[in-house]
């Protein structure tokens, strides 16, 4: 197995590329129920800036994802409202995540109060600058908040966890 992408032939790299194109154009899904369709509008993605953008703004854009009473627990600290999330992704270093595993499931009517909900696991490996990688596990609740013109998929909870085993 080929880690770093330094060791990769020129076809792993095209094939890398391939596959991790995609659209920074705004993109919908679809949600059947019975016979009626309904087309929902996906938050479109962050546009990236390039290396000229604050770590703050980046903080701040990344709380749009959020409710606004949302909570994220990241290694069991609670971190509450689009103010304090910010906060707290202002202070996190630049890292890169791998996803290994994604999993969305719906959550039944009863226990949201009616409210579309999908909850998503995933986990993968994520090294942050200056630290060694980490294995991690992730869940969170998706909401979809309906108005007027359009369907937007909120974060109502975040629950974030390291997954390293203690060494002795």
Known sequence: ????????????????????????????????????????VVTPPLQEKGNSESPMAMAVALTRLYLDKATLIWNGNVVTGLEALANFFDMLPSSEFQVNMLDCQPVHEQATQAQTTVLVVTSGTVKFDGNKQHYFNQNFLLTAQTTANNTVWKIASDCFRFQDWATI
């Not at 991790?20 to 019975?34: I, K």
């Open 1 to 40: 197995m080929k880690k770093f992408r330094s060791e990769w032939s020129q076809g792993d790299r095209e094939r890398h590329q391939r596959r991790n194109d995609f659209s920074e154009e705004p993109h919908t899904s679809y949600l059947w129920r019975g016979n009626q369709g309904r087309e929902d």
